[in-house]
């Protein structure tokens, strides 16, 4: 898809994979192709100072979309991990304003992302820092590649509070 392609929404987007202890970031530039780490946040659950320092990351990526992962379990239904990532998503989308919070599934990144970085070589104890984002960058690379090969945004938009917005299909 290229940026004259009418399907084509130009601007960078942010990848988040929302853990128990750990947050990963990626995103991407503003061509929306390639997926890239950012950092791993510590879970701030009482002061969300996680969720204050991807909302300060926006202007400086100026980014357009955040994409969150939705973690559903194999059966395809939503356990704690995927309410604790439609809570989070919904905090986001009250703190961004304009830019758009999509959810998209995530089965099974945090699992690909631990073999991609063993078969790289990463030992197991390395892999602890950087996992997270590893996840973050497969969660938004899936995203950019459905939506470059549908021409329509993946998943679903999260409202402020983490309401779901009905979405209309062209």
């Known amino acids: 898809?290229?940026?004259?392609?009418a399907r084509f929404r130009p601007g960078a987007r942010v990848g988040v994979d929302v853990g128990n202890a750990r947050v990963g970031v990626a995103a991407s530039g503003a061509a929306g192709a390639l997926a890239h780490p950012v950092r791993t946040l510590?879970?701030?659950t009482g002061a969300d100072g996680d969720v204050e320092a991807i909302v300060e990351l926006e202007p400086e990526l100026e980014a357009i979309e955040v994409v969150v992962g939705l973690p559903r379990l194999l059966s395809g239904q939503e356990g704690?991990?995927?309410?604790?990532a439609r809570d989070y998503a919904g905090r986001l989308a009250s703190r961004l304003g304009s830019v758009g919070v999509r959810m998209v599934d995530e089965r099974l990144t945090t699992v690909?992302?631990?073999?991609?970085l063993r078969d790289s070589g990463v030992p197991g104890r390395g892999q602890r820092a950087v996992v997270d984002?590893?996840?973050a960058v497969l969660i938004l690379q899936s995203a950019l590649d459905t939506e470059a090969l549908s021409g329509m945004p993946p998943g679903?938009?999260?409202?402020?509070?983490?309401k779901r917005k009905k979405e209309r299909r062209r």
């Open 112 to 116: 690909d992302a631990h073999r991609r």
């Open 80 to 84: 704690e991990a995927a309410r604790i």
């Open 42 to 44: 510590r879970r701030d």
């Open 1 to 5: 898809m290229t940026p004259t392609d």
């Open 133 to 135: 984002q590893a996840a």
């Open 156 to 162: 679903e938009i999260i409202m402020p509070g983490g």
